[in-house]
């Protein structure tokens, strides 16, 4: 190798541990000098021809006991076939990645490294030497230690890469879903598992990661030992070392196996509905959309799915939107969610969604079926009726179809003593009792079926706790296509009407007393008429007798 010639007393001008750069080769001094990173200079039997300050403060060797030395001296026997195997590589490609080297320092402590070299080459550009940069691999491998502890019975998929996508730690979760033996798998980048394009997309997921902290739902499509294309979803966070640095990823792939099958019957279910109706994932992401959703929104396909929710909401409403997710996983189904979406052109157009559970084969919540109703007709309905109940002197409001009051009059706050944010969006069975809730969804029902309702009893309960009795009477609120949407109630306050009834209850009960009375008085009165007059015919009697009786001494 006469293109390199080692520094010596014969050559002063060299440094004490950069080689003489003779006619013909690469100035590799300047690469090295300043480089952070281990870097040496090799020839094509590993011997090591040059090194920068880096490497001998890994090593903790001086510069006599590296410079002209094999770096078998450094490495294991078995480490020496890999490490001239990546000279080989080095010479038939032009670079060598990710070669693991476990040197031993001055201090005989082992020291795992990553090896990336590349050729090293004359002016004729003959492969002549390698440039060898090492990594150590300390810190990361702590942190995969620490990263073990967690990820090995994570139920999901669950793996450990460095920044380059190599893979270092993976748990059975992962063998178990791409059926991959433990040694076909680590130490493989994961670009041997997906497409050129997926990986070009999971290298900007790393970028992500390492500018953000974290990459959200990346698709990845990996084949399994068995050929099958296996769907997943991929969330990633970054692996720190113990300065905070990011030092790899620690990625969750979610099976989508299930989802896209219970997309496919959704699918079936959702495509002519006549509604908005759209299928999310449980982070917000739209898997599916209908007609009806690009007819409302004015996007083009590409331009909602794979898109998060977020993309077309408010931040506030975002938050909305992830707590009615957390519902439909927690109860199954969410109701009357207001959602106030950007349309294409800009328009803010406002909707009610309800959504419910998106199960798979095994009943697990895995994503959300969501129904929009287009709101712009009811509020339009509203701006209406707005005109007509604003000053009405009886308590109106106006619900939906549901019991949810939307809006409501100054005389209803007045009446039941509340603000209007605790009565608007709230449900009227939040003032009455359960089964007069039944009676007003009754009434609700034949204001759909007839128009009209009259005097349904409802006794609100007030903000003071008095119970108020009114009567309901309510008509049919509908939109420009006839269609009922909503109902128009009018209460009566009953308290003076009940308290008329009271008096006219407590006069009557007064009047039967005294009729009582009369009736005793009479029948006192009538009888001692009933005794004079008996009385008088006795004496009546008594004088005939006595006439009798002195007509008959005379004769």
């Given amino acids: 190798m006469s293109d390199y010639m080692p520094a010596t007393a014969a050559n002063p001008s060299s440094t004490r541990h950069y080689p003489v750069k003779s006619h013909g080769s690469l100035d590799a001094d ?96 003959h492969a002549i030497g390698a440039i060898g940069i090492l990594r150590d691999m300390r810190e990361l491998d702590k942190a995969l230690a620490y990263a073990d502890s967690l990820i090995k019975n994570a139920p999901d998929p669950v793996f450990v890469s460095d920044l380059e996508g190599k893979i270092l730690s993976a748990n059975d979760a992962v063998y178990e879903l791409l059926g991959f033996r433990t040694d076909e798998v680590l130490e493989q980048s994961l670009s041997r ?25 990346a698709r990845l499509n990996p084949r399994s030992a068995s050929g099958e294309i296996i ?17 790899g990823a620690i990625g969750i792939l979610r099976d989508m196996r299930e989802l896209d099958k219970a997309l496919a019957y959704a699918d079936s279910l959702i495509k002519n509905a006549p509604d908005p109706v759209f299928v999310s994932d449980l982070e917000g992401k739209i898997l599916s959309a209908n007609d009806a959703v690009y007819e409302l929104l004015g996007f083009r396909t590409d331009e909602v799915l794979e898109q998060s929710l977020s993309r077309f909401i408010s ?77 009405a002197p009886d308590p109106v409001f106006v619900s939906d179809l ?44 034949e204001v759909i079926a007839r128009g009209v309702t009259r005097n349904a009893r409802l006794n609100p309960r007030s903000a003071s706790g008095e119970v108020i009795p009114t009567t309901l009477n309510a008509s049919a609120l509908r939109d420009t296509d006839g269609r009922v949407i909503g109902a128009i109630g009018i209460l009566r306050d009953m308290r003076a009407y009940e308290k008329v009834l009271q008096d006219l209850q407590e006069s009557k009960a007064e009047l039967q007393e005294k009729i009582l009375d009369l009736e005793k008085f009479e029948e006192v009165v009538v009888g001692r008429e009933l005794k004079m007059i008996a009385l008088e015919k006795r004496i009546e009697n008594l004088l005939l007798q006595v006439d009798n009786r002195e007509q008959g001494i005379k004769q």
């Fill in 231 to 247: 769907p997943t979803s991929l969330n990633a966070s970054a692996l720190r070392n113990s300065d905070g640095h990011v030092i």
């Fill in 402 to 445: 549901e019991g949810k009051i939307l809006q409501a009059n100054d005389a209803v706050y007045e009446l039941l003593g509340f603000r209007p944010d605790e009565v608007l969006e709230q449900s009227l069975s939040r003032f009455i009792g359960p089964e007069e809730t039944r009676e007003f969804l009754a009434a609700l029902r």
């Fill in 30 to 125: 300047i690469i090295i000098k300043n480089a952070p990173d281990p870097v040496f200079v090799s020839d094509l039997e590993g011997k090591i021809l040059s090194a920068n300050d880096a490497v001998y403060e890994l090593l903790g060797f001086r510069t006599d006991e590296v410079l002209e030395q094999s770096l078998s001296r450094f490495i294991s026997p078995e480490e020496t076939r890999e490490f001239t195997a990546a000279l080989r590589e080095v010479i038939e490609r032009g670079v060598t990645r990710n070669t693991r080297l476990n040197p031993r320092s001055a201090s005989g402590e082992i020291i795992p490294t990553s090896l990336n070299a590349s050729a090293l080459r004359n002016a004729d550009g």
């Fill in 315 to 391: 931040p506030e409403e975002t938050r909305e939107f992830t707590a009615a997710l957390r519902e439909v996983i927690e109860r199954g189904v969410t109701r009357n969610t207001r959602l106030n979406p950007r349309s294409a052109s800009g328009e803010i157009i406002p909707t009610s969604l309800n959504a419910s559970a998106l199960r798979d084969a095994d009943g697990r919540a895995i994503g959300a079926i969501g129904i929009l109703r287009d709101m712009r007709e009811l509020d339009k309905a509203l701006a209406y009726s707005d005109s007509l109940i604003k000053n």
């Fill in 193 to 217: 598992f997906i497409s050129p394009e997926e990986t070009r997309e999971f290298t900007a997921a790393l970028r992500e990661v390492i500018e953000r902290g974290v990459t959200r739902n």
